[in-house]
T-cell receptor, first 116, second 112 residues
């Protein structure tokens, strides 16, 4: 059973470009979460999605960031007009149930975004 | 607002020693407290978890101690091994909640 798959693993963008990060959850998991990890910092919640629905986006910056989890295909985290402060590791996680039910999330290996 | 505070930020122990990581939380609505282990270049993975109605939970060399009145919990790694070198995150979640709130992480280095 394949784990959470994220791509690309590494992405370099220049300021002002767009970054698009993809996440395929584990088979059978319908709950997807995105977290951001800044260098030497912990993981910060960004958004929680189920198929075709954004359930909680309280951690998403109001501008330039968006996320989707379409009926078919992977979840996408999109960052428009990237700035140097967006440089971070972005982790996707999935679970078969809502987080609070078990406290367990299955994380991918992350996408490391570098903005030049 | 940092809802889960973790200390220390880094820790160096000798092989065979005990690693101790402490966390404190503010929100009494949290009711599940997992610990995650992250190796360099990898995503975090669940290590062990505890509910507040239990004061201690042990799995192999890993033990969580929980003090509900003090709103604190800690991870003890007994007989630490070089393979335990990783970053450890405490976390908290509400049973009715949707997201884990993580501490800032502790980088543990176990020297041979």
């Amino acid at each position: 059973n394949a784990g959470v798959m994220q791509n690309p693993r590494h992405l370099v963008r220049r300021r002002g470009q767009e970054a698009r990060l993809r996440c395929s959850p584990m088979k059978g998991h319908s709950h997807v979460y995105w977290y951001r990890q800044l260098p030497e910092e912990g993981l910060k919640f960004m958004v929680y999605l189920q198929k075709e629905n954004i359930i909680d986006e309280s951690g998403m910056p109001k501008e330039r960031f968006s996320a989707e989890f379409p009926k078919e295909g992977p979840s996408i985290l999109r960052i428009q007009q990237v700035v140097r402060g967006d440089s971070a590791a972005y982790f996707c996680a999935s679970s078969p149930l809502r987080t609070g039910a078990t406290g367990e999330l299955f994380f991918g290996e992350g996408s490391r975004l570098t903005v030049l | 607002q940092q809802q889960v505070k973790q200390s220390p930020q880094s820790l160096i122990v000798q092989k065979g020693g005990i690693s101790i990581i402490n966390c404190a939380y503010e929100n009494t609505a949290f009711d599940y407290f997992p610990w995650y282990q992250q190796f360099p270049g990898k995503g975090p993975a669940l290590l062990i978890a505890i509910r507040p109605d239990v004061s201690e939970k042990k799995e192999g060399r890993f033990t969580i101690s929980f003090n509900k009145s003090a709103k604190q919990f800690s991870l003890h790694i007994m007989d630490s091994q070089p393979g335990d070198s990783a970053t450890y995150f405490c976390a908290a979640v509400k049973a009715a909640g949707n997201k884990l709130t993580f501490g800032g992480g502790t980088r543990v280095l176990v020297k041979p």
